[in-house]
């Protein structure tokens, strides 16, 4: 990770962890200056003997207290976490029911989970990119409107592709909200309670499960809506508009919030960054701004000298310029030392997905091959395969002459029970991701999820299939604050949008790749996908071992 420590100014060091950055010094040992000071003084990063005139980020933030204003941070930016992780999910729990009005058949069903991935890949890079440019704020504003939109549309769509279209560029906008919003986050946060906000915020992801498995347990099997010969628009479409309403609420949340402070020092705009502060301060502790002890921002010089190297008319060259900024950032994570990081981050986000999408997407599915299996055979028992094959012989699944859509309301409660039982471990990971590290959780949670999806081989009937789906759900809910936590915070501020976004689009793959394989698997050859999620879930969890240890370390 990218360390942010000013105090020794002599000796060259590095931007990550050690080493050298081949085109400057290294930022443990940059000289902070504040902006607009023509002659460099030495300045600590930290307040010196009580003097609070002058100030680094950390320490500016630190001052302006914890209250208010992060809790309301925390819930703005939690929401546009449950909106996103119900946008995702929500396409496992009408497969069931959209089989009939879009003619699906196992195969159709994996290439409709995935192409929202599909999607998301596209956007992620674009949006991340961009967001390291322009800033963190506009950006999630803009694709919360876009989400909601693309969300409605889609409810509408009559016809199967005309559906993936729609759920195409609903991934695309979805693709930035994860890395832009991680960051935008992260960097209103203190390095002493960084890792157990962060966790906090991932929890939210868990609360959009539970919302969406609700609103589908509510809505879907009521059977609701209009139909005619020419225009259907029945309850699983209902079920989607209402799923559009939360994008929608945090465009307008969004807007009432500030930029990043820490991006805005990042681009040398110290004074628009103190402002926040002060702002902030307010809030926090009801005291006037004046009263903000900070008057100064210390700005890292090579900042200042990348702003005055290229002082060039603003207007006339904006999009020259930002275009230039996002393939400067991109270059950089793929040069050494980041390199390292970037490679290990893109690995670890491809298998981890895998696992969890490829998954926890078809868990709703299952759910119901085991319902369906149980009313035609109440007394036997059989595994995931066995009742996989008389789903497909049955014929539901592919012809269209015989679908049938009516989907039990135990199999959306069973639904509901999973992602419920993920509650407990993100209050675990909300308690101790400070104290027993990133790292620690991420383990624990890839090899004891990996041997979950190898023991779906072994279940042989309802009860079995729920218990062993509720623990899966449990720990890579888990895992999935702490590799969030760890992914934001390896990466430096300039860097940070572009490379979370870069891991994202691996984590998009890993859900494409998860569902296409699960799909085309599952009737083919049924034993293959749990143990391919299983061996790629405990790789992963062993590489994380080789990622540094960021846990209460100041941002970069």
Known sequence: MVEGDPSNKNKADSDVKGERVPNGCGSKDLELIPFGRKDPGKVSGDLEKGVSEKADF??????????KFHYMLLAVCGFVSTSEEMDVISMSFILPSAQCDLELNTYSKGWLNSIIFIGMMAGAYAWGSVADALGRRKVLIAISVMNALCIVASSFSQS?????????????????????????FAEFQPKAKRGSMLSF??????????FVAGLAWLIIPTGIGYTSQVFIYNSWRIFLLICSVPSFVVAVLLYFLPESPKFLLSRGRADEALDIFKKIYKVNTGKDENEYPVKHLVVEQDVIKSITSSDKPATKNKYKNMMSDILSNSKQLFVSPILKFTLISITINFTFHIGYYGLMMWFPELFNRFDEYARQYPDKTADVCAVTKYVTASGSQQDGKVCSDKIESAVFMESLITVASALPSNIIAVLGMDRLGRKFFLVFSTLTSGICAACMYLVYNKMQNLAVSAVFSGVISCGNAALDCLITEIFPTNLRATGVA????????????????IATLLDLYCPAPTFIVAALLIGGGLLCLTLPNTTREPLS
């Not at 950390?58 to 209250?67: C, D, H, K, P, V």
């Not at 199967?160 to 919003?181: D, H, K, Q, T, W």
């Not at 870069?502 to 394989?517: C, E, T």
């Open 201 to 210: 915020m991932a929890a939210f992801w868990t609360l959009g499960n539970l």
């Open 58 to 67: 950390e320490s500016a933030i630190e001052l302006t207290g914890y209250g």
């Open 502 to 517: 870069i891991s994202m689009v691996a984590a998009r793959l890993g859900g494409i790749i998860g569902n296409i394989v």
């Open 160 to 184: 199967y592709e005309l559906f993936m279209l729609f759920r195409f560029l609903n991934g695309a906008a979805l693709g930035g909200s994860g890395p832009v919003i991680w960051s935008y």
